[in-house]
Every structure is written in structure tokens, then in C-alpha cells.
């Protein structure tokens, strides 16, 4: 149940912000670094990292049901592995607002633009000055971002010392964040590009930077860690909940990119970071897009191609028109049958789930419920 | 000997390229990403990567003088781990290029200026579009950086499964850049401001960014990944020349960065990448401009303030007369004495590796006498 779920979040979130202020040193040169990273994770809703200790625990219960001995102390080693999933997100988001020109994140200035004005306060006045300060910021985000990586692995490998499979964990991030790299890259190229993309396409990026990254890859490392901690023993039953929880990440990621984009055009409550139209704005290549640009008559297709186009910022009766359209023409009716399907997946691999305790599975059906139905 | 030291560097590359080769996939959405790093990783000298087979040479035989028993096909993972350490210095260069705004590196484009280039052919004419061409490079080439990381990462946790150090060497990585990152983001705060930096600084910087990064962190990692291999004794007597290497490493980077500072200043040969004055232009705090400013006369020091104040193209009479002043005031010679001194240090941790074999030690004096007095 989604209570279930918004509460074992909010438990776990608070291990994670104490893992996170740990790292921070009391002194040196990295001290100023860790603050701000720690300071910038604070403000995020950390489902990653809770998606590790999620996995975790439904290691630890197929464990358990085969005889496997669960580990002792576990729970710090992983809180610290939840950790390192959100520095990995934070050095991401870091370069990621670069990108996209971004100058707010999580209701505060993103990490370039918070170093800009800093610099800027530091320069005398003129425009060429703010394009300086702005080289400047962007510059020591790029640095922090990578420092972001750097000290994530680092605290990754320090966390798994002992554990069975710390090397397998390294190199499933390893590669799971090659895949995002590459997926942004994608996205770079599409916002600068004119193309229309084919719909495969479109859900190959929804798997590469939302699925794989945000939802399977913390529930199998935190499988993983749980599975190779020392003092589990051999038989932990692992094959029987990793690579199903991947598969559920992968449901579960397919769910949030649709929500996603349905609040990105048409908004939602108060509490939205994004508001109604920026997907429009930002020229998003989203199935929404694809598909209402496919099925659109003719007469309509120049009034949606330059409301899709980008760089418009959408009226209400844009955005009033759109949504019309989109019901009429059965492309609202298309996208939210695929997602009753995606939930219906997500539910029946929990189902096969066997060995998961009736929490944590009420947990995971709560989980399926929030990115199905989230309003932020 | 020198010549043994580029022999031995000669044919470890031919190695690493190889192994970085085997890296690009034949097909899948990474090829052409990883196709592009492994052309630009081609183009170096590939010393980090040489570093770590010399690290790995020096543990083995500490091992075989102890009795330990040396492992085969030790080469095949240590070629992986030597290339793992070329593609992380790749993911720094693609991104110091965006930060310095370079051009050129190695004879060909940067990677975000490859990258622009490739837009702009893409895009309609126009100033907006050259601006909005370059704003696409450097997002692709924060995009690859990052990907060169995670590569890494994937690789050497790869290479080193069931290397019985396989976690403290990807701890090791992961602090060492860490070092890297935050000496980085001194460098641009430097850059941006007037202030004169007191020589501890700029020592601590050369140590962090430079002696333990590029020299230190891949001897390293070479010897650890020897010590850990799979049929290698405990007693590998490792313990002997980690620590000796990693600070070999220290002295074996002020040397090349004192090197590095005067062919920035004085330039060359022809060979060299950097012109001379390519420092002045920069605006660069380096160890020789801080004493020269400090033992200036008065009546010098507005010419030399404005000559290393960045942003100067300097003329031959000009490097003529800082070379001049810097010899009639001594800094010259008191900078050569560090070198001496550092040089002196370098072979008498070499004396203290009594299990090295003549061929790895005169490789390794080679490398003293390289990073001393390189021209290129």
C-alpha cells in the first residue's frame, strides 16, 4: 500500500541522510565539496537509495527462506551503499542542469548556477563578467559532479569490504551508468535535432535513463550487498529475487517515465516541481509526443508541431487543446492501457516473488501505486 | 637508462591499446562512444597505463624474492587495469578542455570541439547557432568524460574478478580522483582570482593533481593488482614496495611538474605540444612564477605582474628577460636545486627496492631521468 511505501521511505531516508553526513570531513581540502554534495542530496526525495535497501531486504527474506543465515550489521553496510547510489545521482543531476541550462533543482539553485553567482559576487560588474562567472560555475559543477562519482565508488568498495560480491556490484554500476551516460548523450543529440523519433526508440531511452538506472540497478545492488554480505551463507537464494527485481525495475521505470510525462505537459498539484508545459519548452522527444503527432490529422499537425517544437511557453488553452486531442484521436486511451499493463507486469512479478515477507511486499505493491499515481 | 625506459613504455602501449581496442563493441548504442575514446586515448603516451605494468613488475618480483609464487596470464588483467587507467585520465582531459576552453589537444580537436564542430555542420548558419553548437559539444563532451569513468570503473572491477585486492584497488581509484577533482576545482578558482597563491599551496597542488594521480596512483594499483592475483602467495611481500612506489610516485611528479612548468614557459623542441609562454597565457600559478614575483625587485614587478597575469601573448624578448631576471635572482637555480633534491630522493627509494630485477630498476632510474628532462 502506498502508506506503507511513504513510510518505509521516509525511515530509510533518514539512515541514508546519516550515512551522507558521516562522509563529510571534519576538515581538508575536500570538506567544502562534501558539504555542498551532502547539502544538495538533502534535498531529494532519495528513491534510489531507499530502492537499494528495498532490494536488500528482499534478499535477505529469499535468504532466509532457503536457510541462508542473514547477516548481522548488515544495515550499515548498506545504508552506505544507499549512500553511494545517491551521490551518483547527485554528480549526474550536477552535469545533467549544465546540459539542460537549468537553474533551479529541488526548489534551490542548481549546483552550477549557485557557483556562478558565487563567482560572480567575487568580479567586478560587467556582462563579459557574468559570462565569466557562468564558465566558472559551470566548470566547478563539472568538477563536483565528478567528485560525485569518484567518492561514490569509493564508499561503494569501502562499504562491500568483505562482501562476496563487492566486485560484481562495482561493475553492474559501472555499466549500468555507461548506459545512462549514453542515453544522455541521445537526449543531447535528439534537443538539438530536428528528427522525429520512431517510438522504439523513445522506450529504449526510457529503459536506459530511467528504468535500468533509477529503478533496477539500486534493487539489484541492494540485492546483491544483502546476498554477498559476510556471514550470509552460500545458498542465499539470490538467483530466485535478482534478476525478477531487476525486471520489476524495469516495469516500475516504464510506469514513472509515462506519470512523468503526463505532469510534465499537464502539470498537476501545488507541490510539482515541474510545472504544466515544460515538457513543451524543453522540446522533450516523450511517447506522448510521438504518439499524438502520428495519430494527428493533417489540419492539426502545424498548430501541434510548433507547440511541440520547443521554446513555447504553452496558455492554458494550449495545453486544454492538447489534452483534447489527445482523447479524441485515442492516444491518452493508447498510453494509459500501456501502463495498465506495465502495473499489471509489475504486479505479477511480485506475485512470483514467494519469499518475500508480507512488509516488504506491501512495500513493493505501495512502490508500483506511487509511480503509477504520483502527483510530484 | 633512458633508452630502456622508452623501449619498455614502447611496447606495454602497444599492449593497452590493444586491450583498449578489444574494448569497442562490434555493435549496440556504446560503439560509437567508445569507438571515439579509444581514438582519442591512441593519440597519448599512455604513461599511467605503462605505470601500472611497471608497478605490476616490481610487486612480482618483490614476490618471487619472498617465495610467492607469481601468477600466470597476470599480463592479460594487468593490460585491462593499465587501460582502465587511460580511460580515466581520458574522462579528465575531455572535461579540463571544456574548463581551459582548449581547442587542441594532442594534435587534433578536444572532444568538445570535435563534438561542436560535428553540430555546427548539422545546424543552419549563424552566430546563435555557432553558440548553441558549442553549448552541444561541451554537453556531449561532459557526457563522454562521465562515460570514460564508468567504463573504467566496469573494467578494472572486470579485470580484477577474483583478485584478492579487487576492492582496495577500486577504493584506491576512487580516492585518488577524488584528489584529482578537488585539485581541479582549486585550479579553477585560481584561475578566476587575482590573489597570489603561498607556495605550500601550489606544492600541495602539484602533489594532488599531478604526483599522486599520474604517478603514484598507477604504480600503485599495478603492484596491488600483482600482489592480489589469483595463484599468488599471501606472502607476496607486497607491503616492501607499495609504499616505496607510491612515494617514487610523489617525487617522480614534482619532477615531471617542474619539467612541465618550464617547457610552459620557455617551450622546446619542435615536438612539444605547448608553446612557449603557453603559461603565461593561461595565466598559470606555478611554482616558478610565485618565487620569481616574490623575489622581485619593485621596479620589475609591474612588467612581470603584467606578463604572468594570463591573457598575454608574449614575445621572444619577453621569455628572454624573465629567463634573464629569474637567473640573476636565483629562482632558477633554486628550482633546479629542488629538482636535484627531488631527483636525489627518487633513486634512493629505488636503492631501497632490493628485489627489483636490473632490467625493471633501470627502466625505473630511466624514468627519473625522463620526467627530469623531457622535452616533449
Not at 528513491?47 to 528495498?54: D, N, Q, S, V, Y
Request: proline share 3%; with cysteine; net charge negative.
Amino acid at each position: 500500500m502506498l502508506s506503507d511505501t511513504l513510510a518505509y521511505f521516509e525511515s530509510r531516508r533518514a539512515l541514508i541522510v546519516r550515512a551522507l553526513d558521516a562522509l563529510v570531513p571534519a576538515s581538508g581540502p575536500t570538506r567544502e565539496s562534501m558539504e555542498r554534495i551532502v547539502e544538495f542530496c538533502g534535498r531529494g526525495k532519495m528513491i534510489r537509495g531507499c530502492l537499494a535497501f528495498l532490494g536488500a531486504e528482499a534478499a535477505a527474506e529469499a535468504a532466509a527462506a532457503v536457510g541462508g543465515a542473514s547477516a548481522a550489521e548488515r544495515g550499515e553496510a548498506i545504508a552506505l551503499v544507499a549512500a553511494a547510489m545517491e551521490l551518483f545521482q547527485a554528480g549526474l543531476l550536477a552535469h545533467d542542469d549544465i546540459m539542460d541550462r537549468d537553474e533551479l533543482r529541488r526548489g534551490a539553485p542548481t549546483v552550477h548556477a549557485r557557483y556562478a553567482k558565487e563567482a560572480r559576487e567575487r568580479m567586478a560588474g560587467g556582462p563579459a563578467a557574468a559570462a565569466e562567472a557562468l564558465h566558472v560555475g559551470e566548470s566547478l559543477a563539472i568538477c563536483l559532479g565528478d567528485f560525485c562519482y569518484f567518492e561514490a565508488f569509493a564508499v561503494l568498495s569501502r562499504a562491500l569490504a568483505g562482501n562476496g560480491r563487492q566486485g560484481e556490484i562495482v561493475e553492474l554500476c559501472g555499466s549500468g551508468l555507461c548506459e545512462v551516460a549514453v542515453a544522455q548523450m541521445t537526449d543531447v543529440a535528439w534537443g538539438a535535432g530536428k528528427a522525429e523519433i520512431p517510438e522504439g526508440e523513445i522506450l529504449s531511452m526510457y529503459r536506459g535513463k530511467t528504468a535500468h538506472y533509477s529503478f533496477s540497478l539500486p534493487l539489484a545492488v541492494g540485492a546483491l550487498a544483502a546476498a554477498g554480505a559476510p556471514g550470509m551463507a552460500a545458498a542465499s537464494g539470490e538467483a530466485a529475487v535478482v534478476r525478477p527485481l531487476y525486471e520489476l525495475g524495469e516495469k516500475l521505470g516504464i510506469l514513472f517515465q509515462i506519470r512523468d510525462d503526463e505532469l510534465g505537459l499537464f502539470g498537476a498539484s501545488e507541490s510539482i516541481g515541474k510545472g504544466a508545459g515544460s515538457d513543451l519548452r524543453e522540446g522533450k522527444k516523450t511517447l506522448f509526443r510521438s504518439r499524438l503527432l502520428a495519430a494527428a490529422p493533417d489540419r492539426e499537425r502545424a498548430r501541434l508541431s510548433e507547440l511541440f517544437g520547443g521554446g513555447v511557453d504553452a496558455r492554458p488553452e494550449d495545453i486544454a487543446y492538447i489534452r483534447r486531442l489527445s482523447e479524441e484521436l485515442g492516444v491518452a486511451e493508447s498510453i494509459a492501457r500501456m501502463s495498465r499493463e506495465s502495473e499489471a507486469e509489475a504486479l505479477a512479478i511480485l506475485g512470483s516473488l514467494a519469499a518475500l515477507a508480507p512488509a516488504t511486499r506491501a512495500t513493493l505493491e505501495g512502490l508500483v501505486e506511487y509511480v503509477t499515481r504520483r502527483d510530484k
